[in-house]
């Protein structure tokens, strides 16, 4: 891959790549670490996508991984996750720092799953290509995580 | 403004991209993060055969040879595929840096054979030539068994066979259970897709499926789903190719963590979470397994932090297949390959990462 393709990727999923590794993990201080992980491998990766399409999922695929293998970190337990808010120069409304804390309290392979339907606007057969589980498998996710949302934010 | 826009207000990367970019082209290769004083020993054969493929390659064999001897040249579109299909799982593994250089299957299972690039001052301790089996592992979700085993038990150059087993922890005894598979239907052969099966010992669920080939392409089960009348219900999402290392055995004996590993998690050993792996050099390695309780969903930590409980080449003395070699792994939740941080090994557990 040369360095000008590598910044067209950048500019195009970088910042969808980090949105997903947020919602994957809850934890914005490893965010930047494991998108950058994921483009380092699509730097160095010597094969070729069929499609942007592709490509796309092949990033957002590894971006998934990535994010579960920090998030079961023993040593990342031990962090302090840094306030949210540091990063923010915006007022966040309680009901999207809600959301954001509900989000968090949904079991590996929901939220995924959640971003990608609800904020990529992916299919669910899309999401089962891309995640390599089956469509099924994304529909009960998809199910339980509202049910699960809809129970933490009742509360 | 959107609730996408809301949500992520203030979930921005710190660095802008042009620094992004230019960490990326700057950094440093990946560096292997298994220290080489733990590398002691390697190449754990996988199936029958295999110890001579090691040897052979030992002696400066051609990989391509070794293969074609054992397995045939017929068997060339398999091994091709098996190789893309390996490498592309194995790029995904970054704590070695290595190409995939032969895989082949046989009636036991699936082998593949990586070559370890020496890095970082490790060219003396560690092996260059290091065989690495790659095993058929299994996804599911909501499970209410303790594992399941995947076997290829035939191919061709056309096909691929292979066996799937699920062990419940439940007591099914005198149960009737019924396996179906859906998906894609040129992966089943007809009346192979309802399969119920109970020996009595070992309690397991047995289903076949034949895989086609298409060039390159190898496309796999999109959903299996067995039911049992004790009410429970599990989907196995999809089978994958899946890279179990354990090619790398400590030197310095770790029992003290796997034992605080059993203090700190549920763990059911049972007869089938005990076995033996048998490495190329014919030592017998005896490993025992963990188990995490899933189904208490209120114990997020076993989310984080699970041992993967993996069977190779352990001999079953249950059912049809008495005293067949098979190779299994048990996993506590959908999982995907790069999840696998850890083996245990004659009490010994390797951090895979």
């Known amino acids: ?155 | 403004m959107s609730i996408y826009k809301d949500y992520f207000s203030g979930i921005t990367p710190e660095k802008d991209n042009r620094q992004f970019i230019d960490s990326i082209i700057n950094a440093e290769k990946p560096k292997m993060k298994i220290s080489p004083k733990k590398i002691t020993a390697a190449a754990v054969a996988a199936a029958t055969g295999l110890a001579a493929a090691v040897t052979g390659y030992a002696s400066g064999w051609d990989y391509g040879a070794v293969f074609n001897q054992i397995f045939g040249e017929k068997s060339a579109n398999l091994q091709n595929h098996l190789v893309a299909e390996a490498t592309e799982v194995c790029d995904d593994i970054d704590h070695l840096d290595f190409d995939v250089v032969a895989a082949a299957a046989d009636r036991q299972g699936v082998l593949v054979i990586v070559d370890v690039k020496p890095q970082n001052g490790l060219s003396e301790e560690l092996p260059t030539d290091i065989l690495d089996d790659l095993h058929f592992g299994i996804y599911y979700e909501d499970s209410h068994r303790s594992s399941a085993s995947i076997r290829p038990i035939e191919y061709t150059e056309e096909k691929i066979r292979v066996s799937i087993r699920a062990y419940p922890n439940e007591n099914i005894a005198g149960e009737k259970i019924s396996v179906y598979a859906h998906g894609k239907s040129k992966w089943y052969e007809s009346g192979k897709d309802n399969l119920g099966y109970y020996t009595g010992y070992g309690n397991y669920w047995r289903a076949e499926f034949t895989a086609d080939f298409e060039g390159n392409e190898l496309e796999y089960p999109a959903d299996l789903t067995y039911t049992g009348n004790y009410g429970g219900t599990f989907h196995i999402d999809r089978i994958v190719v899946t890279p179990i290392s354990v090619y790398a055995i400590g030197e310095k004996s770790n029992s003290k963590d796997l034992l605080s590993v059993k203090e700190e998690y549920d763990y059911n050993l049972d007869q089938t979470n005990t076995f033996a792996v048998t490495s190329s050099n014919g030592a017998l390695l005896e490993s025992y397994a963990i188990t995490d309780n899933v189904e208490n969903t209120d114990k997020k930590e076993y989310d984080k932090d699970k041992i993967i409980d993996f069977r190779g080449m352990f001999t079953d003395y249950s059912g049809e297949n008495n005293g067949e070699d098979l190779i299994s792994m048990s996993f506590n939740e959908p999982i995907n390959p790069e999840d696998i941080t850890a083996v245990v090994i004659s009490g010994t557990l390797i951090e895979l990462k």
């Not at chain 1, 990727?9 to 997903?20: C, G, S």
């Not at chain 1, 996750?81 to 309680?94: A, K, N, P, Q, Y």
């Open chain 1, 1 to 155: 891959m040369t360095e000008k393709e590598l910044e067209n990727d950048v500019e195009k999923y970088r910042a969808m790549l980090f949105r997903l590794a947020y919602s994957t993990t809850g934890d914005l201080s490893v965010c930047d670490d494991i998108v950058w992980e994921v483009f380092m491998k699509l730097y160095s990766h010597k094969g070729s996508f069929d499609s942007e399409n592709g490509k796309k999922a092949w990033l957002i695929r590894l971006t998934v991984n990535h994010s579960h293998n920090h998030t079961k970190s023993r040593w990342l337990r031990k962090r302090t996750e840094l306030s949210e808010t540091e990063h923010s120069h915006e007022i966040i409304s309680d009901d999207i720092i809600a959301l954001r804390e509900a989000l968090k309290t949904l079991k590996k392979g929901y939220r995924e799953v959640i971003f990608l339907h609800y904020f990529e606007g992916y299919t669910a057969a899309e999401i089962g290509e891309i995640l390599k589980i089956s469509q099924s498998a994304v529909t009960t996710r998809l199910q339980r995580g509202r049910r699960m949302l809809k129970r933490f934010l009742e509360e």
